[in-house]
């Protein structure tokens, strides 16, 4: 019994763990995030929907209007990126962003 108990006090000890605030709030962590790709190796326009459309899929959000804002920023034009980056806009509360977008897809087809 008496090594039960050591060990069972033992596993106590390693399952605490210790939190930290963080500094920062996530506003201006969004603001901070940038897509950079190497100029060597520039992103083709179904490398950077792609990244957009797996980062949005796997609920890494800003990843993934990130991407979007860099596709559009490159010229290319897509439904898909228009309505998944305007719901992410909605979501986000930035309404005037999602009206824009709006606005640019109709101009654009």
Excluded: W
Aim: aromatic fraction near 12%.
């Amino acid at each position: 019994m008496e090594g039960f108990e050591k060990k069972n006090t033992e596993n106590n000890k390693a399952d605490k763990f210790k939190t930290y605030p963080v500094p920062f709030s996530l506003e201006e962590t969004q603001e901070n995030l940038d897509v950079t790709a190497n100029n060597s190796s520039k992103l083709s326009k179904e490398q950077i929907i792609n990244k957009a459309f797996k980062f949005h899929s796997q609920g890494r959000l800003l990843e993934a209007e990130k991407y979007y804002q860099y596709f559009l920023n490159q010229g290319f034009k897509d439904p898909r990126v228009f309505s998944n980056y305007i719901v992410l806009c909605m979501n986000n509360s930035k309404i005037d962003k999602a009206i824009d977008l709006c606005l640019m897809s109709i101009n654009c087809y």
